[in-house]
């Protein structure tokens, strides 16, 4: 046996990892699973500072609530910053926010960025969560497809805009990391750049042939994604449809206002050329009647053309509503067509060969417990055949679970991470901080650990894909432990006395 640092984990043996196979496959080297169409390289070392998932989307919502209060740009030229563009200019043409990060930017994973360009969305637009996530993901891949495509951009952007792409040649986004700080321009093309608006975005750009086509190519299809994508352009269509009936009641309304004025100011002229002729007025009353009537003649002018420019809004805001709609509709039937294919090639691929091999944990010399994943020869020599890139796991906390490998990892702050049995890569991170001296305890499908909030420590359950569900209120010791007996978990509080709680609830 040669001299490794390894910690075996037999019962787990490879006629077991195909259970992991079919909870989902991993697509790409980074700490969460690449939903985009393009495989982005995200750093996959331990961070040397260790941020919550809310202090990296907050630096987006800052962004994003300073350009929703009227500025221009917002941020540093050296850190992360937007350019907000709006002009009357060009209707042919898109508005768009430029994103960047300057050389400072200390974003490296794809799942981060993706948080940062949540939260811009949902302070500049007030987009809800689930719609800004959505958009971030299309927005990240659009621009890795159109990377340095700077003859494309100004083809579909206003001219002012573009001439605020500065420098040129770091148009759009790569897709690896090392080449993101100081070599990004990103673009989020506008509709109505309204806050509260579904529309503020522009769908249907980031939503082009070439980035559904490259979603294709994934082995899902990127369906789910696609899916969402469809949902919030019904959604938008449905709002758009609402705001053209809003707009075709005040058309009808202004219509009658504008008819009923022309009938007075027509008896008011008829009635005036009467009294002219009678004689029943004096020069000065008619002169003075007859400015009064030719200014509201004038308002009544000004009235039609703002009503003409109304019922062009509305038939602009219904073709819009078509448009969305139809392309639902389109990517619909292209999504039920690549279920159905993807059906039929499980239906005709033969059985998966589960890997073989011993998974283990590789500790690092020296360290005080923390390793990494690995798959061992069972013969005599043992020898490792395949290795995480993942290095920070502590060896105390991998756990199987529901056929996926769970632990905590962290060089500074510790999170949850989920390791892929088949590739050995991290594919998933849980938002919350775990105490470095936590174990990952198990009671049916649920994950318990000991996490930290506010320099505080709280007994938290975690579903299994690491979304925290509930936690105590009353702190726990860093140290504890936790048995679950009659339906009961036990474990200590901050003081060293025993605490009792409810599983589920974890309420005393």
């Known amino acids: 046996?040669?001299?490794?640092?390894?910690?075996?984990?037999?019962?787990?043996?490879?006629?077991?990892?195909?259970?992991?196979?079919?909870?989902?496959?991993?697509?790409?080297?980074?700490?969460?699973?690449?939903?985009?169409?393009?495989?982005?390289?995200?750093?996959?070392?331990?961070?040397?500072?260790?941020?919550?998932?809310?202090?990296?989307?907050?630096?987006g919502n800052g962004l994003g609530t300073a350009v929703r209060s009227g500025l221009g740009e917002a941020g540093g030229r050296r850190g992360y910053f937007v350019r907000h563009n709006l002009y009357p200019s060009e209707l042919d043409r898109l508005d768009g926010d430029i994103f960047g990060l300057g050389p400072d930017a200390g974003v490296d994973a794809i799942r981060n960025l993706r948080w940062i360009i949540q939260g811009y969305l949902e302070g500049a637009y007030a987009y809800s969560q689930a719609d800004a996530a959505v958009l971030a993901e299309f927005i990240t891949v659009y621009n890795a497809v159109y990377r340095k495509n700077r003859e494309y951009f100004s083809s579909r952007?206003?001219?002012?805009?573009?001439?605020?792409?500065?420098?040129?040649?770091?148009?759009?986004?790569?897709?690896?990391?090392?080449?993101?700080?100081?070599?990004?321009?990103?673009?989020?093309?506008?509709?109505?750049?309204?806050?509260?608006?579904?529309?503020?975005?522009?769908?249907?750009?980031?939503?082009?042939?070439?980035?559904?086509?490259?979603?294709?190519k994934e082995e899902d299809r990127g369906i789910e994604q696609r899916q969402a994508m469809v949902d919030l352009k019904e959604r938008e269509a449905d709002e758009a449809f609402q705001q053209a009936d809003l707009k075709r009641e005040e058309i009808k309304t202004e219509e009658l206002r504008i008819a009923e004025e022309e009938r007075r100011v027509a008896e008011e002229r008829a009635n005036l050329e009467q009294q002219k002729s009678e004689g029943l007025i004096s020069e000065d009353e008619a002169v003075e009647k007859e400015a009064a009537l030719e200014t509201a003649e004038e308002k009544i002018e000004q009235s039609k053309e703002e009503l003409q420019e109304l019922r062009e809004e509305e038939r602009e805001t219904r073709e819009v509503a078509e448009l969305k709609m139809e392309e639902a509709q389109a990517e619909r039937r292209e999504i039920s067509a690549d279920q159905a294919e993807i059906l039929n090639i499980a239906a005709a691929a033969p059985p998966q060969a589960a890997p073989s091999g011993i998974l283990a944990v590789r500790l690092n010399p020296g360290s005080s417990g923390t390793g990494r994943i690995v798959r061992v020869n069972p013969d005599a020599t043992g020898q490792i055949m395949q290795s995480s890139s993942l290095n920070t796991l502590n060896a105390r906390t991998v756990t199987f679970i529901a056929g996926k490998i769970i632990a905590c990892s962290g060089g500074g702050k510790c999170a949850l991470v989920e390791i892929s049995a088949d590739a050995l890569l991290a594919v998933k991170q849980g938002e919350d901080e775990i105490n470095k001296d936590s174990l990952i305890w198990v009671n049916g499908q649920d994950l318990y650990a000991i996490s930290v909030s506010g320099g505080k420590n709280y007994i938290s359950r975690f579903d299994t894909n690491l979304a925290r569900q509930a936690s105590s209120s009353v702190e726990v010791h860093p140290l504890a432990s936790v048995v679950f007996s009659g339906g009961k978990l036990l474990t200590q509080k901050s003081d060293g006395s025993v605490l009792i709680v409810n599983p589920s609830t974890l309420a005393e």
């Open 1 to 59: 046996m040669k001299r490794f640092y390894i910690l075996f984990f037999i019962l787990f043996a490879c006629f077991q990892i195909a259970q992991a196979q079919e909870e989902g496959a991993v697509d790409s080297a980074e700490i969460s699973r690449n939903l985009g169409p393009v495989e982005f390289i995200s750093n996959t070392e331990a961070p040397a500072v260790f941020n919550t998932r809310d202090e990296i989307w907050s630096i």
């Open 157 to 216: 952007y206003k001219t002012p805009l573009m001439e605020n792409m500065v420098p040129p040649g770091i148009e759009g986004l790569s897709t690896h990391w090392r080449e993101w700080a100081g070599q990004t321009l990103m673009l989020i093309p506008l509709r109505t750049a309204k806050d509260g608006s579904l529309g503020a975005v522009e769908t249907s750009a980031i939503t082009s042939s070439e980035v559904i086509n490259e979603m294709r």
